[in-house]
Structures are given as structure tokens and as C-alpha cells.
């Protein structure tokens, strides 16, 4: 009997009044093995497609791909685009859905002809990420905004990089200078649940991996439509964040990380269209290659030190663990793009 059935058969009997510890324990002892095998050979797999990101022509100039609302596919990690703003960002193209991000708010914008000089952008929850300077070198007037710190104090952000404290953690020398960045760039403490009265004059807004981690559902999904209240009418508001893509009704629904459904997505479209405004899509796809199947579990990355993943496998470690979908609390999760325009009147 292999481990996992053994593993079920001790519930199933613990469920019906008869466990036997002993024989639960030796088969419970053999998850960890299971668990790093998982990881392994995802990981491997994904290597081992790296040279195919290589290979994509990437263009000189971007070209137009009329994104929509969609999730991460594996498709699109190795489409032209994605390789085209990867090279944009002077980061190696891998298969990791953090990149698939960045590069889908550059092609949504390019798609909306927002990429320019002139256009007023302002990104909610920013971080370290590298889009203000990528912005700035593009003539853009950028507001970075971030939680205030007080605020941020125990939730584990600023030790991972998801907080901007000062607007020095928006800055990339290898994506503009120094002068046009301080010329371009400002910064703002803002509450994505309280956002103060701006005046409605930014062409575009943006988050990055955010708006999951507002306290609910609903926050989340308010908060969407409360960011088109900066934009001017007809702009472009583009949010990424988690997309449970297995389960049609069961969720975190609340708490440090929260976990959207499609529901909740269609449910949006309604409530923004009910307001004269629209969601671009939405495509639930989430792909048919090969890593739209591997589901990552935790620890992510083989960064972790201790029992399952220690120093002697120094070969096995990643920054960037390669992965599209992954587990979170035992759901399957994705990163899903949503793409608003504000109504024009």
C-alpha cells in the first residue's frame, strides 16, 4: 500500500473511531520526503524549460496585444511580450508569476496607449518594486504610495521586500537616473482602505500583488472601485492579485491574505458595470502547459534553511522560486490581472 494510501486509510479509520497511532505516525513520517520530492521536480521541470524563454524573439519595439482581465498561464511566460518587458526591466525571463505581472501592467499599458510622456500614474501598495522607474524613464509623472509604517509594524512586509517606507525604495539606477527620477517620482503614505480625496486627474492607477491582503473579500473588491475615484474619466486602473482557480465557493475570505474567486471577479464586472465603468474581459483560463499543473507548496523557493531543505543543497536554493501556481492554506492559487476603465463621463 503506497504512503498516502496508508496516510487515508488511517484517517479515514480515525474518522470512524479506530486509529492507530503507531501506523499513522510512519506513514505521516514520510510527507516531508513526499513534500520536497513535489518541489524538486516542479522546480526541475522549470529549469530545464528556462532555455525556452531564451529562445522567444523579443521585438525592438512593444507590440499591440489587447490584453484582458486573465490569469498567469504558462503560455504567456513564453509569449513575445512577456520576453519583451522582462528585457525591459533588465531581468532574465523565468518562469515565475511575479514577472508575469510586472510585464502584464506594461503590456496593458502599452495596449492603452499609457506607456508615454506626460501621463499621471499613482500605484497603491507599491513596495520595491521597480515600476516607477521603469514610469519615470518614460516621462511619466508617478506617485508611489505605501501603508504607513506604523501600520506596517508585524505583518512581515518590510523583511520581504512589500513595503515602500520612503520613496528611495522606488528607485532603480539601472532603469532611469537619478535626476529624472527625482523629477518624476513622489511619495505617499496611503491606506488602501481609506484612500484620502485626490484630486480625479491621474490617467492611470496600479497594484501589484496587493489588494489580497486587505483584511476581506469585500475590502478587496471595494477597493477597486474605489481607486478609479483618482483616475480622470477613461482611465485605466490595473490590479493583480490571488486567484483561487480550483473552488467555485470555498476560500480564505478574510484575514492576512485573502483568496478570490471567480465569483467574486464576475460579481465585480457587475457592480463596476452597474456604475457606467468596465472590467476588460474576463478570461478564466489558467492554461494547459505543463507548469500550469505544478502547484508549488511552502516553503516557496528553496531559500529555506532547517529539516527539509538545508545547506547541503546550496544547488537546489532560488531567489525566485519557479512557479505560476502555487498553494496558499491548502488552495491553489494563481496571480489573476484585472484591467478597469473608468466611464467617460
Known amino acids: 500500500m503506497t504512503t498516502l494510501k496508508r496516510i487515508l486509510k488511517e484517517i479515514s479509520l480515525a474518522l470512524r473511531g479506530k486509529p492507530d497511532p503507531r501506523d499513522l505516525y510512519v506513514a505521516a513520517r514520510d510527507l516531508g520526503v513526499m513534500h520536497l520530492n513535489i518541489k524538486h521536480f516542479g522546480y526541475h521541470l522549470a529549469r530545464q524549460l528556462e532555455g525556452k524563454l531564451q529562445g522567444v524573439d523579443c521585438a525592438s519595439e512593444p507590440q499591440q496585444h489587447n490584453l484582458v482581465s486573465k490569469a498567469t498561464t504558462q503560455d504567456d511566460m513564453e509569449s513575445a511580450w512577456f520576453a519583451y518587458w522582462c528585457k525591459q526591466l533588465k531581468i532574465a525571463p523565468i518562469y515565475h508569476r511575479k514577472l508575469w505581472e510586472y510585464a502584464f501592467l506594461l503590456q496593458c499599458l502599452h495596449d492603452q496607449g499609457l506607456l508615454r510622456e506626460g501621463v499621471k500614474a499613482m500605484g497603491f501598495g507599491c513596495g520595491e518594486e521597480p515600476m516607477a522607474s521603469y ?66 486627474n491621474f490617467d492611470m492607477c496600479w497594484s501589484i500583488c496587493a489588494m489580497e491582503h486587505l483584511g476581506n473579500i469585500e475590502l478587496g473588491l471595494s477597493f477597486v472601485e474605489n481607486s478609479l475615484k483618482v483616475l480622470k474619466p477613461g482611465g485605466i486602473a490595473i490590479h493583480t492579485t490571488e486567484f483561487n482557480y480550483l473552488s467555485d465557493n470555498d476560500t480564505r475570505e478574510s484575514g492576512e491574505t485573502v483568496l478570490f474567486l471567480r465569483k467574486h471577479f464576475e460579481a465585480l464586472a457587475q457592480r463596476l458595470a452597474a456604475s457606467g465603468h468596465e472590467l476588460l474581459g474576463p478570461d478564466f483560463s489558467t492554461g494547459t502547459g505543463v507548469l500550469d499543473d505544478f502547484i508549488d507548496v511552502p516553503p516557496y523557493g528553496y531559500e529555506t534553511k532547517g529539516w527539509l531543505i538545508n545547506d547541503q543543497t546550496p544547488h537546489m536554493r532560488s531567489k525566485f522560486p519557479a512557479h505560476l501556481k502555487l498553494s496558499v492554506a491548502g488552495y491553489a492559487s494563481t496571480c489573476f490581472g484585472l484591467i478597469v476603465r473608468k466611464r467617460k463621463t
Open 135 to 200: 514610469f519615470a524613464s518614460h516621462g511619466m509623472d508617478v506617485l508611489v504610495t505605501d501603508l504607513d509604517p506604523v501600520q506596517v509594524a508585524g505583518k512581515g512586509w518590510a523583511e520581504t521586500q512589500q513595503h515602500a517606507k520612503s520613496i528611495e525604495m522606488a528607485f532603480r539606477a539601472d532603469l532611469v537616473s537619478r535626476e529624472v527620477f527625482d523629477a518624476k517620482v513622489k511619495h505617499q503614505f496611503v491606506d488602501m482602505n481609506a484612500i484620502p480625496n485626490q484630486p480625479s
